[in-house]
Protein backbone atom coordinates (compact mmCIF):
# COMPACT_ATOMS: atom_id res chain seq x y z
CA UNK A 1 0.00 0.00 0.00
CA UNK A 2 1.18 3.15 -0.93
CA UNK A 3 1.48 5.78 2.24
CA UNK A 4 0.70 9.39 -0.04
CA UNK A 5 1.15 11.11 3.99
CA UNK A 6 4.36 10.63 4.56
CA UNK A 7 6.48 13.33 4.72
CA UNK A 8 9.89 12.97 5.86
CA UNK A 9 11.25 15.08 9.57
CA UNK A 10 13.00 17.68 9.77
CA UNK A 11 15.62 15.66 11.10
CA UNK A 12 15.63 13.32 8.40
CA UNK A 13 15.57 15.69 5.85
CA UNK A 14 18.99 17.40 7.83
CA UNK A 15 20.55 14.30 8.48
CA UNK A 16 19.94 11.52 6.28
CA UNK A 17 18.09 12.78 3.02
CA UNK A 18 20.65 15.19 2.35
CA UNK A 19 23.76 13.21 2.92
CA UNK A 20 22.54 10.67 0.76
CA UNK A 21 21.95 13.45 -1.85
CA UNK A 22 25.16 14.78 -1.47
CA UNK A 23 27.13 11.14 -1.97
CA UNK A 24 24.82 10.33 -5.22
CA UNK A 25 25.71 13.52 -6.35
CA UNK A 26 29.37 12.89 -5.75
CA UNK A 27 29.00 9.55 -7.35
CA UNK A 28 27.75 10.51 -10.69
CA UNK A 29 30.19 13.59 -10.71
CA UNK A 30 32.94 11.01 -10.85
CA UNK A 31 31.25 8.23 -13.15
CA UNK A 32 31.01 11.72 -15.57
CA UNK A 33 34.64 12.40 -15.14
CA UNK A 34 35.98 8.97 -15.65
CA UNK A 35 33.50 8.20 -17.96
CA UNK A 36 33.87 11.42 -19.93
CA UNK A 37 30.27 11.22 -20.86
CA UNK A 38 27.95 14.01 -21.70
CA UNK A 39 25.24 14.91 -19.10
CA UNK A 40 22.52 13.45 -21.39
CA UNK A 41 23.93 9.96 -19.75
CA UNK A 42 23.89 10.94 -16.39
CA UNK A 43 20.48 12.57 -16.91
CA UNK A 44 19.32 8.87 -18.83
CA UNK A 45 21.35 6.40 -16.23
CA UNK A 46 19.14 8.60 -13.32
CA UNK A 47 16.11 7.87 -15.18
CA UNK A 48 16.54 3.96 -15.41
CA UNK A 49 16.98 4.11 -11.59
CA UNK A 50 14.18 6.18 -11.11
CA UNK A 51 12.04 3.53 -12.73
CA UNK A 52 13.35 0.47 -10.66
CA UNK A 53 11.37 2.73 -7.90
CA UNK A 54 8.43 3.63 -9.92
CA UNK A 55 5.73 2.34 -7.82
CA UNK A 56 3.56 1.42 -10.51
CA UNK A 57 6.20 -0.42 -12.61
CA UNK A 58 6.27 -4.44 -13.17
CA UNK A 59 9.07 -5.00 -11.41
CA UNK A 60 7.84 -3.89 -8.37
CA UNK A 61 4.35 -4.90 -9.26
CA UNK A 62 6.03 -8.66 -8.67
CA UNK A 63 7.94 -8.29 -6.05
CA UNK A 64 4.45 -7.18 -4.04
CA UNK A 65 2.83 -10.48 -5.13
CA UNK A 66 5.92 -13.00 -3.96
CA UNK A 67 5.41 -11.51 -0.85
CA UNK A 68 2.08 -12.55 -1.03
Known amino acids: MINHNWQATNYQ ?10 YIKQKLDELKRELECPNEFIFDFIKDIQQDWD ?3 SKLKAQKLQKK
Open 55 to 57: PNS
Open 13 to 22: KERHISSTKK
